[in-house]
């Protein structure tokens, strides 16, 4: 008995002497003596204190935001097995907080137990740069949201990265709502973007998106195509200055339908490839456009006016087709330029949806009630009577101009001849 007594006094030395107890805390758990353990002004490293598995996770959360990639937690008073803790916090940081999803690869922390605390040295490898942490824009509120995005599609952004704290915000959200952003505001930009959405991490309200823009140009390109878009959207309204907005939206089209060629081969194609023809860039500069060519044409005019306005897409003749609702004095009307030559103006500008919805379809219930009194006589004879007759040439005889309006102004030629004396 005395010599197994004496074993086990023996064993009990060697291990506390080694610092091998750590076998019984666990692969991650070591042991110093005291007088290797550093205070926190030796410690080469940041030193943050926590007592709490909520302030371990704020310590991890502290060094990620400040790009730190070695760091130590001096753990006191700790009610539980704190390599455990540890552990599990790496795991949440890594795979549940938007920060540590976004911007960690690898979080690890080895806890070392120093008599009466504990420090946990932390290694963190990161995927993404301290710049581009700084760059992410918190975003609290949809209508915040439409300002980065109306911002982003601006100025032909290629990539951003936004913070959202409510569901609503899905990939599927954002790609929906850039379309729209689009189509109410010609302005922005010349071709409408594509956009991949990567989350951090995925579902969940407190997410990290990263924003990825795609354009069928350069993005020198496309800026300078916006600008020439806007000059001659500028020059186009400028010319019919001082008209009422009726005269003035009707003046615009016939301007539309005069100089641009309608591609009836786009829409009989149909499709949501990218298209030159779909934009007012093909209507204004490029002189050829579908009828969401002209309807996005015709939409940036009418901001140009102050005229309320919307594009629509539909189907006309069993093929995708758009064209503008306008509102004059509080009611609306539906206009479609790309059709004037084909149809006449009186059947395309200002009309009601009983009419249009003879030919056309619609999804009425994403777009106003077009039933006000106005027509396209309202304004035409106004509109004729605005352009004034060329100067005739030199004839044998004199000549006068007849001054009878043609009974429809879109049918007959916007300048008259002179009609010689008999």
């Not at 007592?51 to 310590?59: F, M, P, Q, S, V």
């Not at 290629?158 to 952003?181: A, C, D």
């Not at 060519?293 to 309320?308: H, Q, R, S, W, Y």
């Not at 539906?334 to 009186?346: I, K, L, M, R, Y």
């Amino acid at each position: 008995m005395k010599k197994v007594k004496a074993l086990l006094c023996c064993l009990l030395a060697f291990l506390t002497l080694s610092g091998c107890a750590s076998m019984l805390e666990g692969e991650y758990t070591s042991v110093r003596q005291p007088d290797t353990a550093l205070s926190d002004e030796e410690n080469p490293f940041p030193v943050i204190h926590a007592e709490t598995y909520e302030e371990i996770l704020d310590a991890l959360m502290t060094m990620i935001r400040t790009g730190e990639e070695f760091g130590v937690i001096r753990i006191t008073t700790y009610e539980g097995d704190v390599v455990t803790a540890v552990n599990d916090a790496c795991m949440e940081i890594t795979n549940n907080t938007p920060l540590g999803s976004y911007a960690v690869y690898y979080l690890t922390g080895t806890v070392n137990r120093i008599i009466s605390y504990y420090d946990a040295e932390i290694n963190i490898t990161y995927k993404r740069t301290l710049l581009e942490l700084a760059n992410i824009t918190s975003v609290t509120s949809l209508r915040t949201l439409d300002s980065e995005l109306r911002y982003y599609m601006g100025v032909n952004s290629s990539r951003e990265t936004i913070s959202v704290n409510f569901p609503e915000v899905t990939p599927e959200y954002i790609s929906r709502r850039i379309g729209e952003l689009y189509y109410e505001d010609p302005s922005l930009c010349s071709v409408l973007p594509s956009v991949s959405v990567e989350e951090y991490p995925p579902g969940g309200d407190e997410r990290i998106l990263d924003l990825t823009f795609r354009y069928p140009y350069t993005v020198a390109r496309v800026t300078d195509m916006q600008e020439k878009i806007l000059n001659a959207a500028d020059e186009l309204a400028a010319s019919v200055e001082g008209l009422q907005k009726g005269e003035a939206v009707l003046r615009l089209c016939e301007t539309l339908a005069a100089t641009v060629e309608y591609d009836l081969e786009r829409e009989q194609t149909g499709g949501t490839d990218f298209h030159l023809s779909d934009t007012a860039f093909g209507a204004l500069i490029d002189g050829k456009a579908s009828g969401l060519g002209f309807a996005m044409a015709t939409k940036l005019l009418c901001d140009k006016l102050g005229v309320e306005c919307v594009v629509v897409q539909g189907r006309r003749d069993s093929m995708d087709h758009g064209w503008n609702i306008i509102c004059l004095d509080g009611d609306y009307y539906h206009v479609d330029a790309s059709v004037f030559t084909q149809v006449g103006a009186e059947n395309a500008y200002l009309i009601g949806d009983t009419w249009m919805s003879d030919r056309c379809w619609w999804d009425q219930t994403l777009y106003p009630a077009c039933n006000g009194p106005l027509a396209y006589g309202d304004f035409a004879p106004a509109a004729a009577m605005a352009t004034p007759a060329p100067t005739p040439a030199p004839t044998s005889a004199p000549s006068e101009a007849v001054s009878t309006p043609a009974p429809e102004a879109a049918q007959a030629p916007e300048e008259s001849a002179p009609i010689p004396e008999e």
